[in-house]
């Protein structure tokens, strides 16, 4: 499966525009960035869906140390329920400077992301819950309009505690732009060592600087064990618009 990122270096006056021409060339997902300080996942993850019919959306990631995880799961749910089927979220740590320069960075990531993914997905379904963790605290909370099915929740991340925790606990895997295909391989090792019998996909960003090259470089991603592979314009030419063109004509 192939999908398109929106770079958050692109405003979101673009946004539509991108949307709606993936959708057009018949892509299959478009996955947008909370990185900081620029758009809101979940605001440009909703309008993208507004805009479109049948395109997947996908934010990779929302930062957990920026959002209490009881509106975090508000949002994801209202999103999947105007949207049923197309709203991907992923949550990780976010990047470490970003969050000091918050004020919102944590002694122990790994702790939060278990603590938080767990409380999200327990609300996703619909569950009452409390909890005392370290730094997930909840009091008998439930939502009121939780999804008729949770989406898909994924987790972003590179490290082998993030990716065993993964693994474990969520249903699939955002790696952003790799080394190696080789780091492809361990990871989908890794997730495949402790995730059981739930279905899991390997979301690989895949940076393509020569479109026509592009072809060779899926097909090897996804020979390493890539379930989707999303294709990212370079940093200093964001514009996805040649990469969806591109998919148009395959």
């Known amino acids: 499966m192939l999908g398109v990122v929106f770079r958050p270096q692109l405003p979101p006056e673009r946004l539509r525009a991108v949307a709606e021409a993936a959708e057009a060339a018949g892509v299959a997902q478009l996955w947008l960035w909370e990185d900081s300080f620029f758009e809101g996942g979940i605001a440009t993850a909703s309008a993208a869906l507004a ?18 995880p009881a509106l975090a799961a508000m949002e994801i749910a209202t999103v999947a329920r105007m949207f049923p089927g197309r709203f991907l979220p992923g949550l990780g740590h976010g990047v470490i400077p970003w969050m000091v320069q918050a004020g919102a960075a944590v002694a122990s990531p790994i702790t939060l992301l278990r603590e938080y993914t767990v409380a999200v997905r327990a609300l996703l379904a619909g569950e009452r819950v409390s909890t005392e963790g370290r730094y997930v605290r909840l009091d008998d909370v439930a939502l009121e309009w939780p999804p008729a099915g949770p989406p898909p ?26 080394e190696s295909l080789d780091e492809v391989r361990a990871a989908r090792a890794a997730v495949d060592a402790v995730r059981g019998d739930r279905p899991f996909q390997v979301v690989l960003n895949l940076p393509i600087d020569d479109v026509g090259a592009m072809a060779d470089q899926v097909a090897a991603a996804t ?12 940093e200093d030419a964001p514009d996805p618009m040649p990469l969806i063109a591109a998919l148009s004509r395959s």
């Open 223 to 234: 020979a390493a064990g890539a379930d989707v592979i999303v294709l990212e314009p370079p």
């Open 51 to 68: 805009w479109t019919s049948r395109l997947q959306v996908g934010v990779g990631l929302l930062p957990v140390p920026l959002r209490n």
């Open 153 to 178: 929740l994924m987790i972003g991340g590179h490290g082998p505690k993030t990716l065993r925790l993964a693994g474990e606990l969520a249903d699939g895997l955002l790696l952003g732009s790799v």
